[in-house]
């Protein structure tokens, strides 16, 4: 967060730093403090006027930086506006904030969460969840889940159903190999021993009737593993495609309650890096949005560490 140097902290009247570590700024009105001075006081410097509509003005008055340079003109609000600055503040703003959503200005309420603050959480696709969100259904149908499964949820920050769900995946993997175990080793053994042979041109045109017959064997031995272990994925897809919207509907409402109920005892939002000066609107849409959205990294590397432990056991 970048504060103008003629800024000061209403507390101490000190100047406040651009340090993000030492500056807090109030998520109702935008008032900026030194983060212990806020904490000393245990709420925003102008809580009376949080009533009134009040919202902090930054003077954002910068130096004299020569004749070449944007001049600062003075804003109707009686402080100064560097077009410069407010440029680059916002450029990065429009990078870091949600993407547009026809619901950003609703402020109409799903079990006491506005819907403008639902858009802002979910990020991406907010068309297709709130209106679903709304009707609220027991199971509704969600083609993400159906191709991804487990690794949806995760992917839509849904992290203890995902991982359970790949956990059952895993264990009923374990177990059925462990029972069909001697089978499983013959099996691999047999296609290990004759895989040159297998796959010979000579072979696929004219087989050994005899070599083919004990493939065949073997491998009727070991369906019933096959066959279990995908049965319990496809049901494992199915339940996700049909619970996932529901899922997420708790996920978003849990979280936007969190936010509330940090704001309500005092708390305050994290105040972004890339703004010169943002309305307390736009700071909680930014705050929603980072712990909302989606995370593609935690797939990816539950993936890659389930792939590696199946992969060594075997």
């Known amino acids: 967060m970048y504060i103008s140097p003629n800024e000061k902290c209403p507390v101490c009247h000190k100047e406040l730093s651009n340090t993000d570590d030492v500056v807090v700024i109030c998520p109702q009105c935008g008032t900026p403090h030194h983060r212990e001075c806020y904490n000393s006081l245990g709420h925003c410097f102008n809580e009376d006027k949080h009533k009134d509509g009040f919202e902090y003005s930054f003077s954002n008055e910068s130096e004299s930086v020569g004749d070449n340079q944007p001049q600062a003109n003075e804003n109707t609000d009686g402080g100064t506006n560097n077009p410069q600055s407010n440029a680059k503040s916002d450029r990065y703003t429009t990078m870091f904030m949600p993407a547009a959503s026809p619901y950003d200005n609703d402020e109409s309420e799903i079990e006491g969460k506005k819907i403008c603050d639902i ?12 209106p679903k969100f709304i009707k609220n259904k027991s199971v509704s149908w969600n083609w993400g889940g159906l191709f991804f499964g487990p690794y949806y949820l995760l992917f839509r920050k849904i992290y203890t159903p995902g991982i359970i769900l790949l956990a059952i995946s895993l264990i009923v993997q374990f177990v059925v190999n462990g029972v069909f175990y001697q089978q499983i080793s013959h099996y691999t ?10 796959m010979s041109q000579e072979f696929l045109l004219n087989p050994d009737t005899e070599l083919l ?4 064997t073997l491998a009727n031995e070991i369906y019933p593993a096959i066959a279990i ?4 994925r496809i049901l494992i897809h199915l339940v996700t495609a049909l619970f996932a919207d529901k899922l997420y509907r708790a996920r978003v409402l849990s979280l936007i309650g969190k936010v509330d109920e940090t704001l309500e ?11 010169q000066s943002i309305s307390p609107k736009e700071m909680r849409r930014l705050y929603l949005g980072k712990i909302g959205g989606t995370n593609l990294f935690v797939p ?5 560490i389930i792939d590696l432990v199946t992969s060594f056991i075997q």
């Open 119 to 130: 858009a802002a959480t979910v990020r991406t696709n907010s068309q297709r969840f709130i």
């Open 300 to 304: 990816m590397l539950c993936w890659l």
């Open 213 to 216: 017959e004990q493939m065949t």
């Open 229 to 232: 272990i995908a049965g319990v």
């Open 265 to 275: 005892n005092g708390g305050s939002l994290e105040s972004p890096l890339f703004a």
């Open 189 to 198: 053994a047999f296609i290990s021993a004759n895989a040159q042979t297998i």
